[in-house]
């Protein structure tokens, strides 16, 4: 079987998938946006786990790039997996860190045995990455992560907010 993408305008804290990603900051400890929206939706379970990670392996935050899960608290999803997006900046190319953020979180998922997965535009929100290459990257690296495991997941669902974020990866899945 291999792995169906989907993408759906909605609230990413309402997906009942086995995993929701999300648009963290390093801190771990919530924030705007996603972060605030999934901390807020997961309760308190959520933000322990994070303060778990913070005492021990990521002292210093989440580094840029990188993936880790907790638990998804109340959420209808059985874990969420924090990945810390780049900021964009018009004189480095940053697009490699916005890269890893979905394979490490894809990484994260398959060792988890999660087999649905639901992203967020991550870094378009106020780290300002443009939504047309934000969706781009997204959906680029979802299938080269998939072409080189096809089994490893049932679903990956792509979950935006707006109409501009819903055109942007409409065209970026309708690329070959």
């Known amino acids: 079987m291999s792995t169906i993408l989907t993408l759906t305008r909605g609230d990413i804290t309402e997906q009942a998938v086995d995993a929701v990603v999300n648009a963290a900051n390093s801190a771990l400890l919530g924030g705007g946006g996603v972060d605030g929206a999934i901390?807020?939706?997961?309760?308190?379970?959520i933000l322990a786990e994070c303060r778990a990670l913070r005492a021990s392996r990521y002292g210093r935050?989440?580094?840029?790039?990188?993936?880790?899960?907790?638990?998804?608290?109340?959420?209808?999803?059985?874990?969420?997996?924090?990945?810390v997006g780049p900021v964009h900046s018009t004189s480095e190319d940053r697009s490699e860190l916005l890269a890893s953020c979905y394979a490490q979180s894809l990484q994260t998922a398959a060792e988890l045995g999660a087999r649905t997965i639901a992203f967020p535009a991550i870094s378009t929100g106020v780290y300002r990455w443009p939504i047309a290459d934000a969706a781009r990257t997204a959906v680029a690296t979802v299938r080269a992560a998939i072409?080189?495991?096809?089994?490893?997941?049932?679903?990956?669902?792509?979950?935006?907010?707006?109409?501009?974020?819903?055109?942007?990866?409409?065209?970026?899945?309708?690329e070959e």
């Open 39 to 45: 901390h807020r939706g997961g309760g308190p379970e």
């Open 61 to 83: 935050g989440l580094p840029t790039g990188q993936a880790v899960a907790t638990t998804a608290g109340r959420l209808p999803a059985r874990w969420v997996i924090h990945t």
């Open 147 to 174: 072409a080189t495991t096809p089994d490893a997941f049932d679903e990956i669902r792509f979950v935006v907010f707006d109409d501009p974020a819903h055109a942007a990866y409409q065209a970026a899945l309708a």
